[in-house]
């Protein structure tokens, strides 16, 4: 419990040090444009349309769309995209040792 708590600590100092910096802010835009960029957005409102023919306007709540969208919505994120957002990440703290 005291490695996880530690984690816990760890990732939540990272978060709030990337918000104060501006950095999380920045990494938000990177993702959103390189998402854009290799088609993921097209490709998941595709898949939210697909849906919402599959069960119906009348039968869809926002919710049930966010719940079925989101693994593929994951799975569909490419390696390089995720690789240079950690590259950045780490980058980043390295820059800010002291944490």
């Known amino acids: 419990i005291s490695k996880m708590n530690k984690d816990a600590q760890m ?29 993921w957005k097209d490709q998941l409102k595709a898949h939210c349309k697909e849906v919402i023919k599959e069960k119906g306007l009348e039968h869809v709540t926002v919710d049930d769309l966010v ?16 690789k240079e957002l950690l590259q950045r990440i780490r980058t980043f703290l ?3 040792a002291s944490l």
Do not use: F, M, W, Y
Request: glycine fraction near 6%; hydrophobic fraction near 35%; include cysteine.
């Open 67 to 82: 719940a079925e969208i989101t693994p593929k919505g994951r799975a569909l994120v490419p390696d390089s995209v995720k």
């Open 11 to 39: 990732r939540a100092t990272i978060n709030q040090k990337l918000i104060e910096t501006g950095e999380r802010e920045r990494l938000k835009e990177l993702l959103r444009a390189k998402l854009i960029e290799c088609g």
């Open 94 to 96: 390295a820059q800010h």
